[in-house]
């Protein structure tokens, strides 16, 4: 069975940064787009940035200029910086996956989720 585990998670000062990693494993025959999304208490899961398999990229307006994200193989990376207390919130990759080659459909992963809060 397919999994993405996340990494990267904490605490840090407005201001500072922070980079999450992600990986996949288990039956994978192709990835497509990956991504990062953030869920704080009572909200609904944002988007914060996807990244296609050719490397073509898109933010949500909050974090352009602060939030780089890349991959690499099975693995997908968000480099945050500049963060502000508006950050803080649970942040999930996610990534579009086929796991066999025996049916050609694309499924939804999720990652656990890890935590990231930026406060004095």
């Known amino acids: 069975q397919v999994q993405l585990v996340e990494s990267g998670g904490g605490l840090v000062q407005p201001g500072g940064s922070l980079r999450l990693s992600c990986v996949a494993s288990?039956?994978?025959?192709?990835?497509?787009?990956m991504g990062w999304y953030r869920q704080a208490p009572g909200n609904q899961r944002d988007l914060v940035a996807t990244i296609t398999s050719e490397g073509s990229t898109n933010y949500a307006d909050s974090v352009k200029g602060r939030f780089t994200i890349s991959r690499d193989n099975k693995m997908v990376y968000l480099q945050m910086n500049s963060l502000k207390p508006e950050d803080t919130s649970v942040y999930y990759c996610y990534a579009e996956i086929t796991p066999t080659d025996l049916e050609w459909r694309v499924y939804d992963y999720w990652g656990q989720g890890t935590q990231v809060t930026v406060a004095i």
């Open positions: 288990g039956s994978i025959f192709k990835i497509n787009d």
